[in-house]
């Protein structure tokens, strides 16, 4: 076994993918349910850096990303060439809105004009707007960034690599024998299975796992950090899907996604500084920010109009490289160890996994594990079909409770 990735987001799919292709025998472990944590709850959005030329201080960022939307795009449109066939993956839309203010369009003329951006966005006049932007008061940009169904990819990716993602019992169905990070051999135990491997290298691509995951090694967790978020969220059948981000001076006051749940609504995730600023938040006081947000960027939507709205909010952390400041790293991130045998992943955004991957790959060149016993034709070890296949988890509205409109307004009128 050449590689083993621990954690099957869009970090850790992206990763076994990349490898495979690379020609190595590589595994993949998932402790729960693939995505669980940060990827599916991602708003899917493949950012190009437009917002980061809003802050000086982002412009940076804004490089190492510029290439990500037309390599997604790609990657969607035609299966040939570097990286996983996304044909089967939901483009939600091919680009999103981004709109506020009539000093928006020269803001970001003046600080884009520094980045390299390769999405300069298009002001659209106001006949081509969407109906709830028509009447904004300032500038609207098209912007030309996708958004995708994050479960869609995570499923194209892993419906790839079938017999080389296992399912374990939890952190604890992975045991390791390992002196200073360096991994001998790992036990992965689900159900009554119990497999035997020695991978060469080992990568931690587990999220907020990867903590753990250090501490157990004997490694210093607090190389991670986490930047917690309550998004917010609204769903009915009239709400139209709409993708975009609401502008406020220097930060993304909210950005909306929408999705289709199985009962025909559509469900709008609501973050940007809404879900950093709702961390101090409980749910109800997050609901009404929420209401008096959406009603304050987007006048022309009548949400009192719409009979079956429903409010709801769920908190989750990013996981990420500790910084300094304790702010976003620019790009994707790796801390490689033993000469590349212990790599630690984090992707940093979503739509800088190819990044991530690319990097993986870099650090763990070389290296090639012993056969294991029994195996198969395909190089993998028989006995991996005693372990179970963990399937995609599910949105993190799928499992929420709602609270109707009429409520959230009753209670913010008491
Ligand atoms: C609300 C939200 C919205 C976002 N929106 C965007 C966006 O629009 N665009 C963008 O580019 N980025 C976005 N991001 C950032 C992006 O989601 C993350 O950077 C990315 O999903 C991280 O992926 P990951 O695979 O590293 O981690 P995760 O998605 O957290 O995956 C970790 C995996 O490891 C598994 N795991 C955990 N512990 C263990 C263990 N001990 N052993 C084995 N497996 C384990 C988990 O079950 C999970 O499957 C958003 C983040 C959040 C939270």
């Given at each position: 076994m050449d590689l083993a990735v621990i954690g099957g987001g869009i970090a850790g799919l992206w990763i076994l993918d990349a490898a495979v292709r690379a020609g190595r025998n590589a595994i993949l472990v998932e402790?729960?349910?693939?995505?669980?944590?940060?990827s599916v709850a991602a708003q899917g959005i493949i950012h190009g850096g437009l917002k980061y030329t809003l802050r000086e201080r982002d412009l940076d960022a804004a490089g190492a990303i510029a290439d990500m939307p037309g390599f997604w795009r790609d990657r969607h449109d035609s299966?040939?060439?570097?990286?996983?066939?996304?044909?089967?993956?939901?483009?939600?839309?091919?680009c999103t809105w981004m709109w506020r203010t009539d000093s928006l369009a020269s803001r970001l003329g003046m600080l884009g004009a520094k980045a390299a951006l390769r999405t300069r966005p298009e002001t659209v006049p106001e006949a081509d707007r969407p109906a709830l932007l028509r009447a904004a008061s300032g500038a609207v940009l098209r912007v030309a960034e996708p958004v995708f169904d994050t479960r869609s990819v995570l499923g194209a990716i892993a419906d790839a690599h079938p017999g080389r993602i296992l399912g374990v019992d939890g952190p604890e169905g992975i045991e390791f024998a390992s002196a200073g990070g360096r991994v001998e051999r790992m036990i992965l135990r689900s159900g009554g299975g119990e497999v035997a491997v020695r991978p060469a290298a080992v990568v931690l691509a587990a999220g907020v796992g990867n903590e753990g995951l250090l501490a157990r090694l004997g490694l210093d967790a607090e190389v991670a950090q986490r930047r917690p978020l309550h998004m917010a969220l609204a769903r009915a059948r009239d709400l139209p899907e709409f993708h975009g981000h609401c502008v406020d001076g220097n930060k993304t006051r909210v950005t909306i996604t929408s999705a289709r749940d199985d009962a025909g609504r559509t469900i709008w995730q609501l973050g940007g500084d809404l879900a950093e600023r709702g961390v101090d938040r409980d749910e109800a006081m997050q609901r009404d920010a929420a209401f008096t947000e959406l009603r304050g960027v987007l006048p022309a939507l009548d949400l009192d109009g719409i009979d079956d709205l429903e409010w709801s909010s769920y908190r989750v952390d990013r996981a990420e490289r500790r910084t300094r400041a304790g702010l976003r790293p620019d790009d994707a991130e790796v801390i490689s160890l033993h000469g590349g045998r212990l790599i630690t992943a984090w992707p940093t955004k979503w739509a800088l996994a190819p990044r991530l991957a690319a990097a993986v790959l870099e650090a763990t060149e070389g290296f090639t594990g012993s056969g294991e016993t029994s195996a198969g034709s395909d190089g993998l070890p028989t006995d991996f079909e005693t372990l179970r296949r963990p399937g995609i988890a599910a949105f993190p509205w799928e499992e929420r409770s709602w609270t109707s409109h009429h409520d959230v307004v009753s209670a913010a009128r008491a």
């Amino acid at each position: 076994m050449d590689l083993a990735v621990i954690g099957g987001g869009i970090a850790g799919l992206w990763i076994l993918d990349a490898a495979v292709r690379a020609g190595r025998n590589a595994i993949l472990v998932e402790a729960f349910e693939l995505g669980h944590g940060q990827s599916v709850a991602a708003q899917g959005i493949i950012h190009g850096g437009l917002k980061y030329t809003l802050r000086e201080r982002d412009l940076d960022a804004a490089g190492a990303i510029a290439d990500m939307p037309g390599f997604w795009r790609d990657r969607h449109d035609s299966g040939d060439g570097d990286g996983p066939d996304l044909r089967a993956a939901r483009m939600s839309t091919p680009c999103t809105w981004m709109w506020r203010t009539d000093s928006l369009a020269s803001r970001l003329g003046m600080l884009g004009a520094k980045a390299a951006l390769r999405t300069r966005p298009e002001t659209v006049p106001e006949a081509d707007r969407p109906a709830l932007l028509r009447a904004a008061s300032g500038a609207v940009l098209r912007v030309a960034e996708p958004v995708f169904d994050t479960r869609s990819v995570l499923g194209a990716i892993a419906d790839a690599h079938p017999g080389r993602i296992l399912g374990v019992d939890g952190p604890e169905g992975i045991e390791f024998a390992s002196a200073g990070g360096r991994v001998e051999r790992m036990i992965l135990r689900s159900g009554g299975g119990e497999v035997a491997v020695r991978p060469a290298a080992v990568v931690l691509a587990a999220g907020v796992g990867n903590e753990g995951l250090l501490a157990r090694l004997g490694l210093d967790a607090e190389v991670a950090q986490r930047r917690p978020l309550h998004m917010a969220l609204a769903r009915a059948r009239d709400l139209p899907e709409f993708h975009g981000h609401c502008v406020d001076g220097n930060k993304t006051r909210v950005t909306i996604t929408s999705a289709r749940d199985d009962a025909g609504r559509t469900i709008w995730q609501l973050g940007g500084d809404l879900a950093e600023r709702g961390v101090d938040r409980d749910e109800a006081m997050q609901r009404d920010a929420a209401f008096t947000e959406l009603r304050g960027v987007l006048p022309a939507l009548d949400l009192d109009g719409i009979d079956d709205l429903e409010w709801s909010s769920y908190r989750v952390d990013r996981a990420e490289r500790r910084t300094r400041a304790g702010l976003r790293p620019d790009d994707a991130e790796v801390i490689s160890l033993h000469g590349g045998r212990l790599i630690t992943a984090w992707p940093t955004k979503w739509a800088l996994a190819p990044r991530l991957a690319a990097a993986v790959l870099e650090a763990t060149e070389g290296f090639t594990g012993s056969g294991e016993t029994s195996a198969g034709s395909d190089g993998l070890p028989t006995d991996f079909e005693t372990l179970r296949r963990p399937g995609i988890a599910a949105f993190p509205w799928e499992e929420r409770s709602w609270t109707s409109h009429h409520d959230v307004v009753s209670a913010a009128r008491a």
